[in-house]
């Protein structure tokens, strides 16, 4: 079993940034890739990053890509998401995922709020 907490998201103003953080225990945490991934309102949960189980390999969607990266901390048990440039399409509920298998992420984290205000 793995465990993940989300934590950093809140309101921001355009133009601002936030870093989230995903807190995983349980399983070994560099055995397995994680992701980040949101969903706003009345639309379909989309992928926004995601990392491999050292670091070395990273992908960031188009739409926040040069704004967005997703880094991790083995040591700590931790993936982050460094948000600048924030736009108010940003908005959503931004989870982290845990892929264990390497053909889905079979855990997920609870969710936060990410609100960008113009």
């Known amino acids: 079993q793995v465990q993940l907490v989300e934590s950093g998201g809140g309101l921001v103003q355009v133009g601002g940034s936030l870093r989230l953080s995903c807190a995983a225990s349980?399983?070994?945490?560099?055995?397995?890739?994680m992701g980040w991934f949101r969903q706003a309102p009345g639309k379909e949960r989309e992928a926004v990053a995601r990392i491999n189980w050292i670091g070395s390999s990273t992908w960031h969607a188009d739409s926040v890509k040069g704004r967005f990266t997703i880094s991790r901390d083995n040591a700590k048990n931790t993936v982050y998401l460094q948000m600048n440039s924030l736009k108010p399409e940003d908005t959503a509920v931004y989870y982290c995922a845990a892929s264990v298998t390497g053909k889905t992420y079979e855990y997920w984290g609870q969710g936060t709020q990410v609100t960008v205000s113009s």
């Open positions: 349980g399983r070994a945490f560099s055995n397995y890739a």
